[in-house]
């Protein structure tokens, strides 16, 4: 049975290794469309049949289509929603993405309390918050990637940064100091997706939340 253009579930994809798992989730889930997954530079793919039209778009830019409307759902990671603050519903923890945010520095790094904190990072809003919780005063550097370098070279004398198998931190000589929180993706619609498309957003989060792997 073939779905109606009007009911056809937009849902963008981050580019990369997550995002193919996450797909692989939704076709156990009965939401497949053919070549998907195939290697050519096409990216954007529609099955009628499953009611999907998929698309892939770099991972720090699926909660700007989700929140536009442009995608009636996304899948982005809770470091990315928590530092960029889109206008958007979680709808579900897919348990899938796994890692944690962490404060990390050379080994041996002492913090001395009467001078501020420079910080490297890629999440200013997250290290900002983190800090100011702590009554911390910061000075934050904002970087766009290769943070780890940043204390090596006594640019910062601390990074704020995603930790996942912690071979960066190992290979750099670094050390995790503080866990700031556990980061995992989650489903993200819009308010007007989720009202008018109630019926298929729900169940392909629920069928999605049975498959979870
Ligand atoms: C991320 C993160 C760390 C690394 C952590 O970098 O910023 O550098 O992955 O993973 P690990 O603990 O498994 O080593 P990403 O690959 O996104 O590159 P970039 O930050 O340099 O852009």
Do not use: Q
């Not at 253009?5 to 963008?12: C, F, Q, R, T």
């Not at 994809?13 to 193919?20: N, Q, T």
């Not at 709808?91 to 001395?112: N, P, Q, Y």
């Amino acid at each position: 049975m073939k779905v109606a253009d009007g009911k056809m579930l937009n849902i963008a994809l981050p580019k990369g290794r997550l995002g193919e798992k996450v797909y692989g989730m939704l076709e156990k889930a009965g939401y497949s469309c053919p070549e998907v997954l195939g290697d050519s530079r096409k990216l954007i793919f529609e099955s009628p049949e499953t009611g999907v039209r998929y698309f892939w778009v770099k991972p720090s830019d699926v909660a700007i289509y989700v929140e536009r409307g442009a995608a009636d759902l996304g899948i982005a990671g809770k470091d990315l929603l928590l530092e960029y603050r889109p206008d958007v519903y979680e709808l579900c923890d897919l348990h899938t993405g796994k890692c944690r945010m962490a404060v990390a520095s050379v080994k041996g790094f002492r913090d001395d309390p009467g001078r501020t904190l420079r910080v490297a990072t890629k999440f200013s809003h997250i290290a900002r918050d983190y800090y100011a919780g702590k009554g911390r005063e910061i000075d934050v550097i904002h970087l766009n990637g290769s943070i780890e370098i940043a204390p090596i070279l006594g640019l910062s004398d601390v990074i704020v940064d995603i930790v996942e198998t912690g071979t960066t931190l190992r290979e750099n000589d670094l050390e995790v100091i503080e866990e700031i929180m556990p980061i995992s993706a989650r489903l993200i619609t819009n308010k007007a997706s989720y009202k008018f498309k109630n019926g298929e957003i729900r169940a392909l989060a629920e069928a999605l939340g049975r498959k979870e792997v």
